[in-house]
């Protein structure tokens, strides 16, 4: 069924996989065609998620003529860009250090605002080309459920103001005041920060497509590409050759030739419930459409969707051996049991609502945990990515950012301190994976001692846990 006909109603019956229930609720679209033989182009982009659809968009903005061609192994945003958690926020990946070292701390002040008014330019463009995707901007709640997670509140909120965050960024928020918006069981406070808002990804992504493509832009899907090389894309159907080659392609980047090393595709899970009653939106008294995070060491995400649903999501199996991914977003049973309790725990309301999805996605991940952009002017060669959970709306920067350098221009996007970052390789197998189950096996024990020994401080086994990865 295509995205442009009637949506389906999501039966109550549940699902695991089917890529996400995103795509449940609005039907999957229909293949574009395969790659019909070599070809040459202008500017070549591997990948149409966000990050290649958003790059192609400001490149087409701002030269019409260009011959772009984007190529997906599956469809335009099968991936990460369908299945996330639907938080168009102005979080950015990694540690403000790393990018002040080379841009020092005015560089990552600039930063953060940009991310900050990117959140207000992807919901401009989606009203400007008549995309509807639920979206919703009343902002984004954490809430602290322990005394430890309440420590960590705070010290978030001083690390916000020492990169320049304003009072009107970050408010802290009472255990009555966060009640007061939604009501979390065992909450002891909140943060709240307004740039934040609603998305239904499957419908902004699947919109984008139709808009870029209609500009004039070639979108191949179903062309696996295998090499990246200077000058070319090479694929299981041809050869696209252009002076301009775009590597967009977040966690399946491990899938091109070399390149196995570069970013971690680390997984991450999501359940949604059937519509809740209105005597359970009673008592949880979620009325409008703020995002949920948490100060968990294995953090959850969760957004009340537009059809009254909880959509909540975390950690299930961190990283599969090799830097395999999974089959069309199947995740595992006691992932879904995982959080399935943990929706329970959080929202007692819930307990009687059938889950009715569960579903997973990889993101990319590179050494140091921060994202980057980046140009090789001298092969033509170009990335964006690493955003470690927080792209949604990281790739629309990264994707005005990509233009610029492609377009040579010297812009304030251009010099924003995450671009020409280059990071170290992971370690290979097994010491990858054997680092990144250990971690998350330290942070779960972390959260576990944090709560049951009502601890007033960070655990020490988190710290163990971040000494372990370089975070």
Request: charged content about 25%; proline content about 4%; overall charge neutral.
């Amino acid at each position: 069924m295509s995205i442009d006909e009637k949506p389906v109603d999501a039966p109550t019956e549940f699902v695991n996989g089917d890529v996400s229930f995103w795509y449940r609720s609005i039907g999957l679209p229909d293949r574009r065609p395969p790659l019909p033989g070599d070809r040459d182009a202008d500017v070549c982009i591997v990948g149409a998620g966000f990050t290649g659809l958003w790059t192609a968009y400001y490149l087409k903005q701002a030269q019409p003529d260009l011959r772009i061609v984007l190529l997906d192994r599956e469809f335009a945003g099968f991936g990460a860009s369908g299945r996330n958690g639907g938080w168009l926020s102005a979080e950015l990946a990694g540690k403000r250090d790393a990018y002040a070292a080379t841009h020092g701390h005015q560089g990552v002040v600039d930063l953060m605002r940009a991310m900050r008014g990117a959140v207000d330019e992807v919901i401009a463009v989606a009203k400007g080309e008549g995309i509807d995707a639920d979206i919703a901007k009343d902002g984004l709640l954490h809430v602290a459920r322990n005394r430890a997670q309440l420590g960590r509140l705070h010290e978030s909120l001083r690390y916000e103001q020492d990169w320049g965050a304003g009072p009107e960024d970050f408010v802290a928020l009472s255990r009555d005041e966060m009640d007061s918006r939604i009501r979390v069981a065992g909450a002891l406070g909140g943060l709240f920060s307004p740039h934040c808002a609603r998305v239904q990804p499957a419908k902004l992504v699947q919109g984008l497509a139709r808009v870029v493509e209609a500009t004039g832009v070639t979108i191949f899907e179903q062309t696996a590409v295998n090499r990246i090389e200077q000058g070319r894309a090479v694929t299981d159907h041809g050869t696209v050759r252009a002076p301009i080659v775009l590597r967009c392609l977040e966690g399946f980047t491990a899938s091109i030739e070399g390149q196995r090393r570069n970013w971690l595709p680390m997984n991450s899970s999501m359940v949604v419930t059937a519509p809740l009653p209105k005597d359970a939106y009673d008592q949880i008294g979620w009325q409008d459409a703020e995002l949920l995070g948490d100060y968990a060491h294995g953090y959850m995400y969760a957004q009340r969707t537009a059809d009254n649903r909880i959509a909540l999501g975390g950690r299930g199996i961190p990283y599969r051996y090799g830097s395999r991914i999974d089959d069309r977003g199947a995740t595992q049973h006691w992932t879904v049991e995982a959080l399935t309790a943990l929706m329970h725990d959080m929202f007692p309301a819930t307990t009687d609502v059938p889950i009715v999805h569960a579903w997973c996605g990889v993101l990319g991940v590179p050494r140091d945990w921060t994202a980057t952009v980046d140009l090789d002017r001298s092969t033509g060669l170009g990335t964006a990515g690493g955003y470690v959970g927080s792209g949604l709306t990281t790739t629309n920067l990264a994707g005005r950012t990509l233009a610029d350098l492609v377009l040579e221009r010297d812009t304030e996007l251009t010099r924003l301190s995450w671009v020409g970052r280059h990071v170290r390789r992971w370690e290979p197998e097994p010491l990858r994976w054997l680092g990144v189950q250990s971690m998350y096996v330290l942070y779960r024990m972390a959260d576990r001692r944090e709560t049951e020994k009502n601890l007033a401080h960070t655990s020490r086994i988190a710290r163990i846990a971040n000494m372990i990865t370089g975070r």
